[in-house]
């Protein structure tokens, strides 16, 4: 089993930045993603961005140029450096694992940290 802990969410102004980071623990395979989702009030949880293990990213449009992702596969962490902040980016931000078994992916969740951009 896999466990995912979130840290680093909170309240900040618009302009502003955070860093989300995430400790994954347990039986985590070699061949991974790792990433980010978030979900605003009555709004559909969306991709935000992904790392594999071979350090590739993707990005959702509303936040290239803003957010870059990062991992430590010796610590088996993630990292979302969040710049610039917009009021449209306050949301539960969801550290998410899709690992590969051999035949199928598996997928794990965070319990979620709150991101909220006010001024």
């Known amino acids: 089993q896999v466990q995912l802990v979130e840290s680093g969410g909170g309240l900040v102004q618009p302009g502003g930045s955070l860093r989300l980071s995430c400790a994954a623990s347990?039986?985590?395979?070699?061949?991974?993603?790792m990433g980010w989702h978030r979900q605003a009030p009555g709004k559909q949880r969306e991709l935000v961005a992904t790392?594999?293990?071979?350090?590739?990213?993707n990005y959702a449009d509303s936040v290239k140029g803003r957010f870059t992702i990062s991992r430590d596969n010796a610590k088996n962490m993630v990292y979302l450096q969040m710049n610039s902040l917009k009021p449209e980016d306050t949301a539960v931000y969801y550290c998410?694992?899709?690992?590969?078994?051999?035949?199928?992916?598996?997928?794990?969740w965070g319990q979620g940290t709150q991101v909220t951009v006010s001024s």
């Open positions: 998410n694992l899709k690992a590969w078994s051999g035949r199928w992916w598996d997928d794990y």
């Open positions: 347990g039986s985590i395979r070699s061949i991974n993603v």
């Open positions: 790392i594999s293990n071979g350090g590739v990213t």
